[in-house]
């Protein structure tokens, strides 16, 4: 017999997948993503770059950024575009390996957030950077536990920091943009110390790039990208760097 939990995990795919309607939303999914209006459920919002960031450091050319913001199609869908990321990968990041599954996440209880594992090259694309794009377009800061339609302590706003050097920029980065007022509210990411990756299934992966006419995509996040060409065009790629279906690996 179903229970009130498995109504629950439903209801969230209802509402990714369906609420708003085919319909309602075939113009939007039928639009070229470089003619795409920005109009969603989440504006982007322009922000000053970090005045704290990681010096460049010669030699090294991979580091790894990871960040939660709301369903994970639309945050690997933004990364994914982003000069100097070599992969973005979804998953789940603050809970343990055994809890790490979408039917067991979609619990809220696991302790687990909706994240990307961004790759990315430092000599071209900073982790301050990336931040900034994170605030900026990826998601929206200033929810507590939710983003858009989704709601729940895996949609939190988290960025789990690898070492001291990632904590003292984003901590710095989030001290900046509040006491400039960026946003209309005060920003409630949460940084917290990495404890461990786990990729998402790999009917997850690229999500945004193989169903961009699904209603949840079309509306929440294409407009993402869209406003990350016109907002970062220096740091923007047309062609989205893509996860092996395969085995993804964080």
Partial sequence: MP??????VRARRLVRRCLL???L???LAAAALWTLPAVSGEEAVQIPAPLVDEPAQKGVTSETAVLAGGCFWGVQGVFQHVKGVTQAVSGYAGGSKATADYETVSS???GHAESVEVTFDPSVVSYGKILQIYFSVAHNPTELN???PDYGTQYRSAIFVKNAEQRRVADAYIAQLDQAHAFKKPIVTKVSDFNGFYPAEPYHQNYATIHPDNPYIAFNDL???AHLKTMFPAA???DPVL???GRPQG
């Fill in 25 to 27: 939303l075939a113009p």
């Fill in 146 to 148: 939710r983003q858009g």
């Fill in 3 to 8: 229970t009130r939990h498995d109504d629950r």
């Fill in 108 to 110: 809220g209880r696991t």
């Fill in 236 to 238: 923007y790629r047309t």
């Fill in 243 to 245: 996860v092996s279906l």
């Fill in 21 to 23: 309607g085919a319909a």
């Fill in 223 to 225: 407009p993402k990208i």
